[in-house]
């Protein structure tokens, strides 16, 4: 089991409360236990991130990451990318998530958990959970890029992931003749009489085996590991399913002529085997785009309504969640058992996590509240309603670069001293500055950058997460050897430039040559 309990950690100019949890089963840690006032049963902890990175996407995160990983006292997710906050399905169990991405600590405070996560910033949902979750004193840290560059640093990302799919789809039709054995030698309905169920077990063993021969880590097909596991799942669900169409469909495009590259892309497209496609400009203003200007016009000026503080599920004094209750919620009740019935309505639960209440630990910790995009507040959900998910996010190109509406949904639920907004120019051109603006920011001590290059932040990166560049289509050089096409540039200025200026207003400053 797991308990979870703010602990006071000092810093360099206030003291700082970390989400630390502890798990009962393994060695114990007898001084941590009694901070968390729990049994000496207890082992070593592991804490949540105190500082955030979260985005924007291509904007400089994973080289904000690699540039902080030479800071001793900061700890990196064992995981790039951790997409907590913006994935439903890793949100369900984001404690366990969370806590089971950074290494334990031997001793209390010794160290600040770090994470980055770039489509936190374009997700409607993800500023509200972390600030509902994480630790009051918690770090956010933005990074932006001129959206333009941005836009077509993603635009060549996405290539270079086709440029991978597409190795991998030739190495598929090499092997066309064995894949296609594997499935049909070895065929496992689901009608199979009990009697024959032994037999069944050994043909569904069979598919597995020569599934792994082909697709697995040191199979024929070639390709980076995650797309290997996809697709050997992706086979086996195949073998699995009742409906055979889908074999049946991907079994034709396994008999298509390779020198057509283009169609075999979208016949393993549509049987949803392999789903990288080559971005076209033009096809996203006419989807993207024209969807964006009619749910959020550039000309719309948002009221900004300010957090003034955080209202942090594990922050809150168990008094003002009291008071709440006997004013607001369950004003009528005088005995336990009204106040049980009371907890029972979904409104008052959903207002009490709202307000960051335990309802006198009735409810384990953590509880869930928040899990679909329904639940975003404020008028920039509107803009775009299905952002609450990566998988939705990751979808979409234009909305990734209006940081504007992204960050009034963000300031509804982070007060603005906890979040820091830098320019991608700024790393790129100051660094050493820079970072000492976030060390400052989190209450660490600052470092002398200077005597670190770009290669030693790279080198520290890659021997972190080796597969990152080959697994994501990102590249250690950002800037693009291909060219924006001046039309294309035109275009993409044109469609941010009142976003931008409004943007420019709520921070108080200006990206001049954003424009």
């Given at each position: 089991s797991r308990q979870c309990s703010l602990v006071s950690i000092p810093g360099k100019h206030h003291a700082r409360r970390q989400l630390c949890c502890v798990t009962t089963g393994a060695k114990p840690n007898a001084g941590l236990a009694n901070t968390l006032g729990v049994g000496q049963s207890t082992s070593t902890t592991s804490c949540a991130p105190g500082i955030v990175v979260m985005g924007a996407q291509k904007g400089g995160t994973t080289a904000l990451h690699s540039y902080l990983m030479l800071y001793k006292q900061l700890k990196p997710s064992r995981k790039k990318e951790l997409h907590i906050w913006d994935a439903d399905r890793s949100f369900k169990n984001w404690s366990g998530t969370l806590l089971s991405n950074f290494k334990p600590q031997k001793h209390l405070g010794e160290n600040l958990a770090f994470e980055s996560t770039p489509s936190y910033l374009a997700s409607t949902m993800a500023c509200q959970r972390m600030a509902t979750w994480l630790p009051p004193h918690t770090l956010y840290v933005m990074i932006l890029r001129d959206p333009v560059k941005r836009f077509w640093s993603e635009l060549q990302m996405k290539l270079r992931r086709v440029q991978q799919q597409d190795v991998t789809i030739l190495s598929i039709m090499k092997n066309a003749q064995a894949i296609r054995e594997c499935i049909l030698n070895y065929p496992a309905k689901p009608d199979h009489p009990a009697s024959t169920i032994e037999k069944l077990r050994t043909a569904t063993l069979g598919t597995r085996n020569c599934i792994v021969m082909i697709f697995g880590p040191k199979g024929k097909v070639v390709g980076t590991p995650p797309k290997l596991a996809m697709l050997r799942r992706e086979l086996e669900s195949m073998k699995r399913g009742s409906d055979h169409s889908r074999r049946d469909d991907f079994l034709r495009c396994l008999d298509m002529d390779t020198a057509d590259l283009d169609s075999l892309r979208q016949c393993f497209r549509k049987v949803k085997f392999l789903r990288e496609s080559i971005p076209n400009v033009d096809t996203i203003f006419a989807t993207e785009g024209q969807?964006?200007?009619?749910?959020?016009?550039?000309?719309?000026?948002?009221?900004?309504?300010?957090?003034?503080?955080?209202?942090?599920?594990?922050?809150?004094?168990?008094?003002?969640?009291?008071?709440?209750?006997?004013?607001?919620?369950?004003?009528?009740?005088?005995?336990?058992?009204?106040?049980?019935?009371?907890?029972?309505?979904?409104?008052?639960?959903?207002?009490?996590?709202?307000?960051?209440?335990?309802?006198?630990?009735r409810i384990a910790y953590p509880v869930r509240p928040l899990t679909g995009p329904s639940d975003c507040e404020g008028p920039t959900c509107k803009c775009y309603p299905n952002a609450a998910n990566f998988a939705d996010i990751s979808k979409n190109f234009l909305w990734r670069g209006l940081y504007y509406p992204q960050l009034v949904t963000c300031l509804r639920h982070i007060p603005r001293h906890q979040l820091l907004i830098i320019e991608n120019e700024e790393l790129r051109v100051a660094p050493n500055a820079t970072l000492n603006r976030i060390l400052a920011a989190a209450g660490l001590p600052g470092m002398d950058f200077s005597t670190f290059s770009w290669d030693d932040a790279n080198d520290a990166f890659d021997s972190l997460y080796p597969n990152f560049e080959t697994v994501t289509g990102w590249s250690a050089d950002g800037s693009s050897k291909t060219k924006i096409p001046d039309d294309v540039a035109q275009r993409l200025r044109e469609f941010y430039r009142e976003p931008n200026e409004k943007l420019f207003k709520l921070l108080g400053r200006r990206f001049d040559h954003w424009l």
């Open positions: 969807a964006l200007e009619s749910r959020c016009p550039a000309s719309e000026e948002f009221e900004v309504e300010e957090a003034r503080h955080v209202y942090s599920a594990i922050s809150r004094s168990q008094a003002s969640c009291d008071q709440l209750i006997q004013t607001s919620l369950c004003p009528e009740c005088e005995n336990q058992y009204c106040l049980e019935n009371c907890f029972e309505s979904a409104e008052v639960r959903h207002a009490l996590f709202k307000h960051g209440c335990n309802i006198d630990g």
